[in-house]
């Protein structure tokens, strides 16, 4: 068997500390996870988690300095939500929660970067959200860090800084659905694999960039990443 063409390159995140690095397989997401930014984006309270993907390829990562991220086509309104998320690194299908602890290999800090307008348009019309998130390079993604090394989640910091000003602040235990129960519920709906990835949702305060814009954001005990916003190709 001959592929037709060179296969695609496998998208990977680094790992740190390390000169392994680690393939990605799928993108998932969770949406509306914190209380707060479920407000600001009009819903209401507690719902069951639901789930969106990114493709694979959309991670974006930097070997050395800031991340460089182009500003996107078909939008005026790219907005950053800083994630933590969590690597799987062993297979599950149905799981409990507790079964789920044992698949998380790690963790990285992220941003779900969203073209709003058009996930705004959608959500009016009834439509997916694809063009909305899922677009070229719409997953910046730090180091991952072995979750032996991370211990357990609890009060954590997450945060985000816009030309150093902060934008996004909370802990990672206002999380609405924690990841053990929000691996279990992705699992309900989909085979999960070694080199999974689940950006777990984003606290209050997201918001709009531009180009020129200059972005912090980490999780305690787990890592940070700058990035900058570019013009468009
Ligand atoms: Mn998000």
């Not at 390079?137 to 979750?147: D, F, N, W």
Request: charged content about 25%; proline content about 8%.
């Amino acid at each position: 068997m001959n592929f037709h063409f060179p296969a695609p390159p496998q998208p990977f995140v680094p790992i740190a500390d390390s000169t392994d690095v680690f393939p990605v397989r799928r993108i998932y997401c969770v949406g509306r996870n914190y209380e707060e930014h479920a407000r600001e984006m009009g819903a209401s309270g507690r719902e069951a988690p639901f789930f969106f993907c990114k493709p694979a390829d959309a991670v974006l990562c930097a070997s050395a300095g800031p991340i460089a991220i182009p500003y996107p086509d078909r939008t005026a309104d790219l907005q950053h939500e800083v994630e933590l998320v969590v690597a799987i690194g062993a297979p599950g299908y149905r799981v409990t929660a507790e079964q789920a602890a044992r698949m998380i290999w790690g963790y990285a800090v992220g941003i779900d970067l969203t073209r709003r307008d058009l996930q705004a348009e959608a959500k009016r019309l009834g439509r997916p959200w694809e063009v909305g998130k899922a677009f070229d390079r719409s997953a910046p993604i730090g180091a991952m860090r072995p979750s032996i090394k991370v211990g357990e989640l609890g009060t954590q910091r997450i945060w985000l800084d816009v030309n150093g000003r902060r934008r996004q602040d909370g802990t990672v235990s206002q999380m609405i659905w924690g990841v053990e129960e929000t691996v279990s519920q992705l699992s309900g709906f989909f085979e999960l694999a070694p080199g999974d990835l689940i950006f777990t949702g984003t606290p209050a305060g997201v918001g709009p960039l531009v180009p020129g814009d200059r972005i912090e954001a980490g999780i305690d005990g787990i890592g940070a990443i700058q990035a900058q916003v570019v013009d468009k190709r």
